[in-house]
């Protein structure tokens, strides 16, 4: 398993402004994700944090509003840039720990609120 | 596309009834099937996977799910629900050998005295 940590818990934000959220993660993982979850929704993912290059982004979702990065194996960002209130959400990061196949394990999330 | 499907929104039980949740999905393969379980406040956790094997998979908290291939389902059943159910659970899928989940829309629990 793996212990998740985000920063911050939650936060509340004006539009136009960018936030960072951290994700740390007490073991040596493969793989990390970034999902959202818009309220009363379910989760969608926003991109694959690939350590030390470029994120893999899905489709509806543009380097340029979420920039991420993954400077090592157990460390990711997410920026939430220019928001609006409609990026009001839940970001979540998961990962997926060397030796447990396909299993993954959710942070506790950030609530986002942008005003 | 590749989807799933969570048809009950929210579902109301008694403490101490059983429970099933339905989840249907479309793959082009049989995709790994998971249910998270995400109470109020709380982050995801995940109850039970399916890779391949034995289709009645159990899963922590007395959770069990059934794979039905020709049915194309993993619904999630409990014998006696507690009061602490109570939560959003969510079905994910994704195909063999890739991390990537596909979350059904949940279902809602609510658990009545």
């Known amino acids: 398993s793996a212990v998740i940590s985000q920063k911050p818990s939650r936060d509340i934000c004006q539009r136009g402004t960018s936030l960072t959220i951290q994700c740390q993660v007490d073991?040596?993982?493969?793989?990390m994700f970034w999902y959202r979850q818009q309220p009363g929704q379910s989760l969608t993912l926003i991109a694959t944090?690939?350590?030390?290059?470029?994120?893999?982004?899905e489709s509806g979702f543009v380097i340029d509003k979420f920039p991420i990065s993954r400077p090592n194996l157990t460390f990711s960002t997410l920026t939430v840039s220019n928001m609006s209130p409609e990026d009001s959400s839940i970001y979540l990061c998961?990962?997926?720990?060397?030796?447990?196949?396909?299993?993954?394990?959710f942070g506790p999330g950030t609530r986002l609120t942008v005003l | 596309a590749q989807s799933v499907t969570q048809p009950d929104i929210h579902i109301t039980v008694s403490e101490g009834a059983s429970l099933e949740l339905r989840c249907n999905y479309s793959?082009?393969?049989?995709?790994?099937l998971f249910w998270y379980v995400q109470s109020p406040g709380q982050g995801l956790q995940l109850l039970l996977k399916?890779?391949?094997?034995?289709?009645l998979v159990q899963g922590i908290k007395g959770f069990e799910a059934e794979f039905k291939r020709s049915q194309s389902s993993f619904n999630l059943r409990k014998p006696s629900v507690h009061w602490s159910d109570a939560a959003e659970y969510f079905c994910?899928?994704?195909?063999?050998?890739?991390?990537?989940?596909?979350f059904g829309a949940g279902t809602t629990v609510t658990v009545r005295a």
């Open positions: 399916y890779f391949s094997g034995d289709t």
């Open positions: 994910a899928a994704s195909n063999p050998g890739d991390y990537k989940l596909s």
């Open positions: 998961s990962v997926v720990v060397a030796g447990d196949y396909n299993e993954q394990f």
């Open positions: 944090a690939n350590q030390g290059s470029e994120a893999t982004y």
């Open positions: 073991s040596q993982v493969t793989m």
């Open positions: 793959y082009g393969a049989t995709p790994y």
